[in-house]
């Protein structure tokens, strides 16, 4: 069987369930290409594996084209798990995965957790109805700049709706976008175009590592940001733009978000022991 099992954002939104079922892998591939999973989880793969259970790191070699027939073909004959971080479907990768899968008669289970749209949204302070479509900011290639997210944040504007920014993150390479990147890229492409999509003083919401215990969530305004007024923590990064006209609620929340815990982890004091635990769940 092929599982695709959710780590969550964090070892610590990492769902019970989904933590017995790694248990029961004959091997697991932990993906490293679509996203990461904060240092905190490598302890974690480290006492799988001491536990005899078989952990590879996955790159994209693995993940994409041929990669994907040895994936599929070693799950017809025994537990092959694909460890995500955040939620597992999230990624058109895994997606492939399962359509492949599914196609040449291997079983496929998925178990969801926590992912950036939905734990993005809720530390927002926005309203989750006002959240329009979501698009992705990557860097220029080749001199050619992707306009989609600021169509798609033009639309939602018009619509008086909250847009989601996802930015280009490289693990391999180690190369994560800023949000002072994002944001050029986008004010890049509104020169071009004559128009004011996003002004120098709008307010943006940028999520610093949220769930890692060493997040932050900022508001900011556009000019101070592209300023570098304000030095974000380390990465990844989610930037969101909230629709011109905010209900009140929104406001005052907004007004105070910075008060709010972005995220206390629970202190594992014996992984050990949590893991022993565990196993009797098995």
Same mark, same amino acid.
């Given at each position: 069987m092929l599982? #695709?099992?959710g780590l969550g954002l964090s070892i610590y939104l990492l769902p019970i369930g989904n933590l017995v079922k790694l248990l029961r892998c004959n091997k697991i591939l932990v993906d490293t290409y679509t996203s990461i999973w904060f240092s905190e989880g490598i302890d974690l793969f480290k006492m799988l594996n001491m536990d005899g259970i078989e952990v590879v790191y996955a790159c994209r070699n693995d993940l994409e084209g041929k990669g994907i027939d040895v994936v599929v073909e070693e799950a017809? !004959? %025994?537990?092959?798990?694909?460890?995500?971080?955040?939620?597992?479907?999230?990624?058109?990768?895994?997606?492939?995965? &399962?359509? *492949?899968?599914? =196609?040449?008669?291997?079983?496929?289970?998925?178990?969801?957790? !926590?992912?950036?749209?939905?734990?993005? $949204?809720?530390?927002?302070?926005?309203?989750?109805? =006002?959240?329009?479509?979501?698009?992705? &900011?990557? =860097?220029? %290639? +080749?001199? $050619?700049?992707? *306009?989609?997210?600021?169509?798609?944040?033009?639309?939602?504007? &018009?619509?008086?709706?909250?847009?989601?920014?996802?930015? *280009?993150?490289?693990?391999? +390479? +180690?190369?994560?976008?800023?949000? =002072?990147?994002? $944001?050029?890229? #986008?004010l890049n492409i509104q020169r071009r175009w004559g128009e004011e999509v996003i002004a120098l003083d709008d307010v943006i919401i940028v999520q610093q590592a949220i769930t890692s215990g060493k997040g932050r969530v900022y508001v900011e305004t556009v000019n101070r940001i592209v300023d570098s007024v304000t030095e974000f923590?380390?990465?990844?990064?989610?930037? @969101? @733009?909230?629709?011109?006209?905010?209900?009140?609620? *929104?406001?005052?929340?907004?007004?105070?978000?910075? %008060?709010?815990?972005?995220?206390?982890?629970?202190q594992y004091t014996d992984l050990h022991k949590l893991l022993e635990r565990i196993h009797r769940l098995k």
């Open positions: 599982r #695709l099992i017809r !004959s %025994k537990d092959i798990c694909i460890a995500t971080p955040g939620d597992p479907l999230i990624a058109t990768t895994h997606s492939a995965i &399962v359509v *492949e899968a599914l =196609r040449k008669g291997v079983p496929v289970e998925v178990s969801p957790s !926590s992912s950036i749209l939905n734990v993005g $949204i809720s530390m927002s302070c926005l309203q989750v109805y =006002r959240f329009g479509r979501i698009a992705t &900011v990557v =860097r220029p %290639k +080749n001199g $050619i700049e992707y *306009e989609h997210p600021l169509h798609i944040v033009k639309l939602n504007r &018009v619509q008086d709706l909250h847009t989601m920014l996802l930015l *280009e993150m490289d693990a391999e +390479n +180690n190369y994560f976008m800023t949000p =002072r990147e994002a $944001i050029e890229v #986008l923590g380390e990465p990844p990064y989610t930037v @969101i @733009i909230p629709a011109r006209k905010l209900h009140p609620i *929104e406001r005052e929340c907004l007004d105070n978000i910075e %008060k709010i815990q972005c995220y206390t982890p629970s």
